[in-house]
């Protein structure tokens, strides 16, 4: 659009030139021109300047409207022109500044098989047929919604299609190769005539133009297409393709005249059609492109400006447009630019005939064809908001903006008298609102009638009623919202419409509030809305291509909540809905793929077995490869929320299918995906689910045939190590298969067996083990991934069994395995790696360590450092796992000579190395001594390393090794390294300073407080400082060194540096780590053993009146400790007169100081439960909700810990406190109220509470009455047996004094009797 | 595991290897494959012939030997072929540079063979395919500038391609 404007303005600066010579010269209008100083300036100094001010408030007559539709150009008027920019070395015009920075798509990391679902037009398809809509009743052919035989019907018609236009491109093939045509000609030919692979672009069917010659050459009835069935009122250019079967070249008869074998009509089209420049079909070849991958097609087509994606001067000249006169071509073409040439094939069909020419179902559909309907592709949508943005930036300044700024007393000078402004057409022609300006032509109009007066451009994408702003890329679905209109005289549906469309965009874009009352909103009114409207609208932004990951959550979202309020409604869309989900399983992102199958399981209860069978069912054979894969997995969620035993018969049904080998490949894929979702939960089924697909072992398809090993070895995964009796069937076909098959189908038997081996029992698998072993050895070298994979899986698989030897495995296997798999290749993919490190460990469990590690330790001075790292890991795990008992000096002496190599040499420090170097130093233990002091020297060397990684991988080592260290007697060492470490406390990175502090502390840990170097004393107050560091490695790492300290050497450090170190942590006590939290409140206690309690207990209680909340909960804990190791008699009086001080929080803090006390001190509670009762007491009788709930967890800790002795008397009197808290609605207090509750029980016994709960059970308020019961319950639960004696006693019926016997009896028989009383409890109650 | 995602994992590998630094040296995965000239590509389009692929391909060096599969009986393309290139170092360029790119429609995948196995002596064999199947293709390199190229190589030891180096083929 905008190099179009350039050109637009370039003209008209040539124009203005011309017109500005004609006009100095007749009419003498300049100004300044006398007073030009020739001693200074040159004589045509001033040719380039303007010497005229541009405006636009001239009394000229010339036209009216000029002025009043000035405004509307505004933005694009403006802007450097064409000139500037081509004088700009290196102007990439998409580049984007910003790109960095912006979200990425999901498109964007889609790969090429995942992009297909996009290129498949019409995949969301129509509605389709309920047949549970009208009850059990015969469903009404009628009936809106096409229905399953139609549906199977149209694929049967299409697969014959395919199938005859294969036929067909055969035989034109075999013709052609007898008349010896050219290569290219005959791959292209038989290119068709293969089953497309998944990689290719899909000919779309219809307009292939090699079926279309030869047999459908007078056909001019694409009319049959399924997308032309049922575009939806919401409209999206995903509904309908409207194009392709318009294409003019269908239409034009005189060109169906000419059936050459070799070029068909359709090449021919766009040179005819240039002849016609003028006509409406200008563009159209552009239509023909879709899904044409045929190169010599594509050659013949581009001669066409429109298909060339670079437009040419051509397009851009206004003079183009003039001489074009009315034409409406050039406009639609400008319009066409706005949503710029796409590159998605399948969209191409421009937007030309649908400007030019709406006709058919498009034009019935749409009352105005908006161009915008078109979707940009995310880079061109990126340019296109760049360039906004810099215009928006770069415009000139409004009258309005300019009063704003000034100071008052500014005023606008009218212009010179003997100014004229220049009139030119070319300013004119920019001036008339052309929809260039604009985002499309049709928008322009209203929005820059509402806001000429405020000059922000970006509020034209502002819908009015407090919305959210639209981004651009939205506008193609919420155009609608930025039209005014009077929602009253909207017909019911469009009402709605707009109703969904206002709340999908505050769910989409709007602020978290707004976005959480859409989302109810449209939940509540979900069935009023009705299931069409609103899929209509969801599900074409699902598949919007520059749909964001957030937004997709939240659209999921949205569908997941309406799917519960549809229920059944949503039958009609289940299809729509699966087409646009199921591509959500294959995401790379795992929440993305739970999000789905959450989709579509609730989507399958929602619609029912039947329903989810015969929509998905026509999909199972599905020519594209793509569709089957998605629909497997759909169908396996199915069988996850509605159950196995459900689908069995249709899954049986599905995997025999004789007709194609496509619906029995995917039928034994639903199993595999089956097994795999749901895990052992096939038990149950596992013998039918095997017994279903065990004939496809021996199918005559490749492809069905490596799918079902797939399947048995994913069921086998799933049930080990149980059911091998169930694959007593597929042992024999496997092992045929084994002997027989090569390449990847064997590799799918292998894996199938190795998953069975682990079920076997130890006779079996010895003999299958030895059996597999050799194929596998043969298999060794294959150069196939896949087969690497499986082949190093199943070798760990037989290894851990015990048919194989230590023996066999030395001699026979180890040598080629080495050979083939130790290399820097395997080590490079991540999951190789993995499990070459995972087989080779299994081995050496087998073989011994010492066996593996002779053959890979020289590998540790390898080139490569992944290898190194991989050869480290290897012998870390094996190490760790087997000892260092079968390693003798040599193989000693080479590891830890290798490992330090490979530690010095290291060029990213990871961990791999780390703990590499930790386990081996670890495991040889004493042995190490000797490599101890070199192993320092490195470490110290490393330790002043520039490189913070280095330092800080130095320190961890110090961290990992101190143990061993220990061992061998090395203080002397240790003393070096602390007072290095001791030195280096002064370093500035954080993440190395935490280490060196982990380090210190692993040398404290093992050398003991006494022998430290540098002494205690001296540390300490180093370490005071660095408490203040923010960074949480730092925290943790010092906070744990100091409370060790405090444990255990507090005395050599004087009480007034313990008590500096008090105020630091209660600092820490605001930390977001909870480790570090604990650590600093267990130092608390440590330090208040070492010093006393009564100084920190003051620091703490002081700390209590703090406004931050985790501050104070923290400070209350750590008074608990306190007083828990410093006994509470120390700390009660202080704790207790604080709560003297008039204040909430201090109050409140007090209170649940004591509720941890009481939890933490446990039966000691019985010293203390008479003092502190008055304290409580007061509590309970507060007005304050907060100190009555806390009071309450109190109480109920403090009972818990009386419980047995004797202290039922204070207890009833708190129950007497607690109970009126019976009707509190907070639930807060409800918790704490129920808990002190549960506490009473346990100290009073349940019957104690019983009789108060009594009262209430049956009162006639039902209010009331719950959360008795719900006491009743929880009494109940805990002490159902003890209740017996509690419970009252209601006299049985006949007991009652009767006078009369008969009456007696007779009441007896009237009515029912009550006599539950059990007389013999009365011998033990 | 589709042929797509095994020329991803190739490619992944390259990108690995880029970030490390170690591409271009003797840590390279390339490396393992030294003693082979001959890389495998696959996913070629059955119209597919030996010229067609050795014009593509001979743009990363001098190719001396092709074997494109066909079936035995109708003689059609298998789809993959194994190459073998007078330079070694021409493998890697074909394997960086062609893996997972789209040829004639269809994306190929190239890697390296660590041992090519010549195919088997068949009944049918002429002299002239026997010949081919021993000798590889390309006319022979005269004995000095083979003498050259292996200068050249000097540091490629023991290399077992030398004793695939085509001599001059005379029919």
Redesign the interface.
């Known amino acids: 659009m905008s190099s179009k404007h350039d050109a637009i303005e370039a003209q008209s600066k040539a124009m203005r030139d011309e017109r500005r010579r004609e006009d100095d010269e007749a009419r003498g209008t300049r100004f300044g021109d006398q007073i030009l100083d020739t001693d200074v300036y040159e004589e045509n100094a001033r040719t380039g300047y303007f010497n005229y001010v541009p405006g636009n408030n001239d009394d000229d007559d010339e036209d009216d409207d000029y002025a009043s539709s000035l405004p509307n150009v505004k933005p694009k008027a403006y802007g450097p022109t064409a000139d500037i920019l081509q004088n700009i070395p290196n102007i990439d015009r998409n580049y984007d500044p910003l790109a960095e920075h912006r979200r990425p798509t999901i498109a964007d990391r889609e790969?090429?098989?995942q992009k297909k679902r996009r290129m498949i037009p019409g995949r969301i398809s129509p509605e389709r047929l309920d047949y549970f809509a009208e009850g059990g009743k015969t469903p009404d052919p009628q009936a809106k919604g096409r229905s399953y035989a139609e549906i199977m019907g149209e694929i049967a018609i299409r697969n014959a299609k395919t199938d005859t236009r294969n036929q067909l491109a055969e035989r034109a093939k075999a013709a052609e190769g007898q008349s010896s045509t050219t290569?290219n000609g005959?791959?292209s030919a038989?290119?068709e005539k293969?089953r497309r692979?998944w990689?290719?672009?899909a000919p779309a069917d219809d307009n292939d133009p090699k079926a279309k010659k030869i047999a459908y050459d007078e056909a001019v009835t694409p009319a049959h297409r399924m997308w032309d069935a049922t575009p939806a009122p919401g409209q999206s250019s995903f509904d309908e393709t409207p194009v392709a079967s318009r294409t003019p070249g269908a239409e034009t008869p005189h060109h169906s005249a000419t059936p050459s074998n070799k070029r068909n009509r359709w090449d021919e089209t766009p040179r005819t059609e240039r002849e016609t420049t003028n006509s409406g079909w200008a563009e159209t070849p552009k239509t023909d492109r879709g899904g044409m991958?045929d190169v010599d097609y594509i050659i013949r087509s581009t001669p066409t400006p429109s298909t060339d994606k670079r437009r040419s001067r051509w397009d851009e000249t206004p003079a183009n447009a003039t001489t074009n006169g009315g034409s409406f071509t050039p406009v639609a073409k400008e319009i066409g630019v706005a949503s710029t040439p796409r590159t998605s094939g399948s969209f191409t069909p421009g937007m030309t005939p649908i400007i030019a020419t709406p006709v058919g179902t498009r034009a019935a559909n749409m009352a105005t064809p908006t161009p915008s309907q078109i979707p940009m592709t995310p880079e061109q949508m990126q340019a296109y908001r760049w360039e906004r943005e810099i215009d928006e930036r770069n415009r000139p300044l409004s009258d309005e903006e300019l009063d704003a700024m000034f100071p008052p007393g500014y005023k606008i000078l009218p212009p010179p008298a003997s100014y004229i402004p220049i009139r030119t057409p070319a300013r004119k022609l920019t001036a008339t609102p052309t929809p260039q300006s604009t985002f499309s032509g049709f928008h322009i109009q209203e929005s820059a009638h509402g806001q000429s007066a405020q000059s922000n451009q970006l509020q034209e994408y502002q819908p009015s009623g407090n919305l959210p702003l639209l981004k651009p890329d939205d506008l193609q679905y919420f155009d609608k919202l930025l039209q005014e209109v009077d929602e009253e005289s909207l017909t019911p549906e469009e009402q709605k419409e707009r109703k969904i469309m206002k709340l999908l965009l505050k769910i989409k874009n709007g602020t978290p509030p707004m976005r959480k009352a859409a989302l109810r909103q449209i939940t509540d009114k979900a069935r009023e809305f009705g299931a069409g409207p609103l899929f209509n609208q969801i599900l074409p932004l699902l598949m919007s291509p520059t749909l964001e990951d957030q937004e997709r959550h939240l659209l999921v979202k949205v569908i997941d909540r309406i799917l519960y309020k549809l229920d059944d409604l949503v039958r009609p869309y289940v299809h729509k809905i699966c087409v646009v989900i199921e591509p959500l399983l294959i995401d790379e992102d795992y929440y993305a793929r739970v999000e789905g199958r959450e989709i579509i399981s609730n989507l399958a209860k929602a619609a029912g077995l039947a329903t989810m069978i015969s929509t998905m069912r026509p999909d199972i054979d599905n020519l594209d490869e793509y569709v089957r894969n998605t629909t497997a997995r759909a169908f396996a969620v199915v069988a996850s929320a509605l159950g196995i035993p459900a689908l069995l018969p249709f899954l049986k049904a599905v995997c025999k299918s004789k007709k194609s080998w496509q619906a029995r490949h995917t039928g034994i894929k639903i199993i595999q995906q089956i097994a795999i979702l749901l895990g052992c939960a096939i038990l149950p089924h596992l013998k039918s689910l095997v017994e279903i697909i065990e004939h496809g072992l021996i199918d005559e398809q490749q492809k069905v045939r490596t799918i079902t090993a797939l399947g048995i070895a994913a069921l086998a995964e799933a049930a080990a190590p149980y059911g091998i009796e169930s694959f007593d069937t597929v042992l024999k076909p496997l092992w045929n298969g084994i002997k027989q098959h090569r390449g990847k189908g064997l590799a799918a038997f292998l894996k199938a067996i190795g998953y069975l081996i682990p079920l076997m029992d130890a006779e079996y698998a010895c003999y299958y083990t030895r059996e597999v072993m050799i194929i596998l050895i043969r298999e060794f070298?294959s150069?196939?991934?896949?087969m690497k994979?499986i082949v190093l899986k199943v070798v760990k698989q037989c290894t851990a069994t015990d048919g194989v030897e230590a023996k066999y495995i030395k001699e026979e296997v180890l040598p080629s395995f080495f050979k083939y798999f130790w290399?820097?290749?395997m080590a490079?993919?991540r999951r190789n790696y993995r499990q070459l490190v995972d087989t080779t460990v299994e081995m050496a469990n087998k073989v011994g360590s010492s066996e593996i590690i002779n053959r890979i330790v020289d590998d540790l001075k390898d080139?490569?450092?992944?290898?190194r790292k991989m050869v480290i890991e290897t012998i870390e795990k094996i190490m760790t796992n087997l000892g260092s008992a079968d390693i003798d000096s040599r193989l000693e002496e080479q590891l830890i000579d290798g490992i330090l190599y490979a530690f010095q040499e290291q060029?990213?420090e990871d961990t791999v190395m780390l703990n590499g170097f930790g386990a081996v130093v670890n495991s040889l233990g004493k042995r190490c001594k000797a490599y101890l002091p070199q192993i320092c020297g490195t470490i110290l060397w490393r330790l002043n390393n520039k490189a913070a990684k280095v330092r800080q991988q130095a320190a961890d080592l110090i961290q990992k090794i101190a143990n061993v260290m220990k061992l061998c007697s090395e203080e002397k060492l240790m003393g070096q390294l602390g007072l290095v470490l001791y030195e280096y406390l002064g370093e500035e990175y954080p993440e190395v300073l935490g280490s060196i502090l982990g380090a210190l502390k692993g040398i404290v840990n093992v050398i003991g407080m006494t022998n430290m170097t540098p002494p205690i004393k001296d540390l300490l107050p180093r370490l005071t400082p660095i408490l203040k560091n923010r960074h949480e490695k730092v925290q943790e790492n010092c906070i744990d060194l100091v409370g060790r300290i405090a444990e255990l050497g507090a005395e050599h450090v004087p009480a007034r540096e313990w008590m500096r170190i008090c105020f630091e942590l209660l600092e820490l006590l605001k930390a977001h780590k909870k480790s570090i939290r604990r650590a600093a409140i267990n130092t608390f206690g440590y330090i208040a053993k070492a010093i006393g309690p009564h100084d920190v207990l003051a620091t703490l209680l002081n700390n209590l009146k703090v406004q931050e909340r985790q501050l104070r909960v923290c400070t209350t804990v750590a008074i608990a400790i306190v007083s828990e190791t410093c006994s509470p008699f120390t700390v009660l009086p202080g704790l207790m007169n604080e709560y003297r001080v008039p204040e909430l929080n201090v109050q409140n803090g007090v209170l649940k100081a004591l509720a941890f006390m009481f939890e933490y001190i446990g039966e000691m509670s019985k010293d203390y439960i008479y003092a502190v009762t008055p304290l409580l007491e007061d509590a309970m009788m507060d007005r304050d909700l907060v100190h009555r709930q806390t009071a309450m967890t109190a109480i109920g800790h403090m009972s818990l810990g009386v419980f047995g002795f004797g202290c039922e008397d204070a207890l009833c009197h708190l129950l007497n406190h607690v109970w009126p808290n019976i009707f509190e609605t907070s639930p807060h207090v409800i918790q704490a109220f129920i808990s002190a509750i549960e506490g009473l029980r346990v100290g009073l016994g349940p019957g104690r509470v019983l009789y108060y709960t009594l009262q209430g059970l049956f009162h006639p308020a039902r209010r009331v009455r719950d959360v008795y019961w719900k006491v009743y319950n929880t009494l109940y639960i805990g002490a159902q047996d003890t209740l017996v004696t509690g419970y009252p006693r209601i006299v049985d019926d006949n007991i009652r004094p009767t006078i009369d016997e008969n009456e007696s009896l007779q009441k007896r028989i009237e009515k029912p009797r009550n006599d539950y009383a059990r007389y013999e409890l009365d011998y033990i109650i | 595991?589709n042929s797509?995602t095994?020329a991803?994992?190739v490619n992944?590998?390259n990108e690995?290897?880029l970030q490390?630094?170690?591409a271009n040296?003797?840590?390279?995965?390339h490396?393992?494959y030294r003693e082979s000239a001959w890389i495998?590509v696959g996913g070629i389009?059955?119209?597919?012939?030996e010229g067609d692929i050795i014009c593509v391909f001979s743009q990363w060096g001098e190719i001396v030997n092709i074997n494109l599969l066909r079936d035995k009986k109708t003689g059609k393309s298998k789809g993959f072929a194994f190459i073998c290139y007078e330079d070694q170092r021409s493998t890697i360029l074909a394997v960086d540079n062609f893996n997972g790119i789209?040829l004639?429609?269809?994306?190929i995948r190239v890697?390296h063979?660590?041992?090519y196995k010549p195919p088997k002596e068949h009944e049918k064999d002429d002299d002239l395919i026997k010949t081919l199947k021993e000798l590889g293709c390309a006319p022979g390199v005269e004995l000095s500038s083979s003498s050259s190229s292996s200068s050249r190589r000097k540091d490629e030891k023991n290399s077992t391609y030398i004793k695939q180096e085509p001599k001059r083929f005379k029919k």
């Open positions: 790969n090429e098989y290569a005959g791959a038989s290119g293969r692979r990689d290719q672009t991958d070298q150069p196939d991934e896949e994979k290399n820097q290749r490079l993919d080139e490569s450092e992944q290898y060029t990213t | 595991m797509i095994k991803r994992l992944e590998l690995k290897e490390t630094g170690s040296t003797h840590k390279s995965w490396h393992v495998y389009d059955f119209e597919l012939t789209k004639a429609g269809r994306a890697d063979v660590k041992d």
